[in-house]
């Protein structure tokens, strides 16, 4: 079994910034994506940024060149980060943490965390 603990959400003025962070731990051999996903109310959960392996990375055109996504590999430690600058009230959202667990690329999701952006 993975878990995957958030951290990080909150409130926050527009034209602000947050920083989202992930842990993942348990049975992990090898993590290949880790990815964070947002759901606003009334909406269906959207990417909002992947980060590989390979450092390849993938971003919603919504979020371009406000959010980034980063890894860290430490030891036993995998987690992702989601740096959030320049925030707007449509950022608010609950954002799940994502991770695709080698060698069977099984899928896990953390419990969610709110981002609430005021105008």
């Known amino acids: 079994q993975v878990q995957l603990v958030e951290s990080g959400g909150g409130l926050v003025q527009a034209g602000g910034s947050l920083k989202l962070s992930c842990t993942a731990s348990?049975?992990?051999?090898?993590?290949?994506?880790m990815a964070w996903y947002r759901q606003a109310p009334g909406k269906q959960r959207e990417l909002v940024a992947a980060?590989?392996?390979?450092?390849?990375?993938?971003?919603a055109d919504s979020v371009k060149g406000r959010f980034t996504i980063s890894r860290a590999r430490d030891g036993a430690k995998n987690a992702v980060y989601l740096q959030m600058n320049s925030l707007k009230v449509e950022d608010t959202a609950v954002y799940y943490c994502?991770?695709?667990?080698?060698?069977?690329?099984?899928?896990?999701w953390g419990q969610g965390i709110q981002v609430t952006v005021s105008a």
């Open positions: 980060r590989t392996g390979g450092e390849a990375t993938r971003y």
């Open positions: 994502h991770a695709d667990v080698l060698p069977d690329i099984e899928t896990y």
């Open positions: 348990g049975s992990i051999v090898s993590i290949h994506t």
